[in-house]
């Protein structure tokens, strides 16, 4: 998936494995993920990217964080709807916490150049 340039929003979507999902062969979770998930990837892939990232070995309330980045507020939510209607929502994966949030919105505001490392 290509990276949306310049995002207007970024979203961490914090998400747990379900037993149900866990159950799965490793085979059918990928075929899961190519069937149902990818074609809503695809769909708004000009205006939403994804980024996944394990964090089971470290945490025990979520087992994966999902990046969206997402050129505005309105692809984002379109793309939620589009996931809202398949297992992936709550089923699959509970959907722990969303967290959206600006990169360098701080600087924006004051008019000043990000800190960055």
Known sequence: MTPVSD?????????????????????????LFTEQFKPILK????VVSLRFFDVEFYSTRVTDIWMWDAK??????????????TPFWDRYFDIVEIL??????YA??????????
């Open 72 to 85: 505005d507020h309105e692809s984002y939510q379109l793309l939620v709807e589009d996931l809202r209607e």
């Open 100 to 105: 959206p949030g600006v990169e360098n919105a």
């Open 43 to 46: 769909k708004h892939e000009s």
């Open 7 to 31: 995002p207007a929003i970024t979203v961490f979507m914090l998400v747990k494995t379900s037993p149900e999902w866990l159950g799965f062969p490793v085979e059918r979770r990928f075929a």
């Open 108 to 117: 924006r505001n004051y008019n000043r150049v990000p800190i960055n490392a």
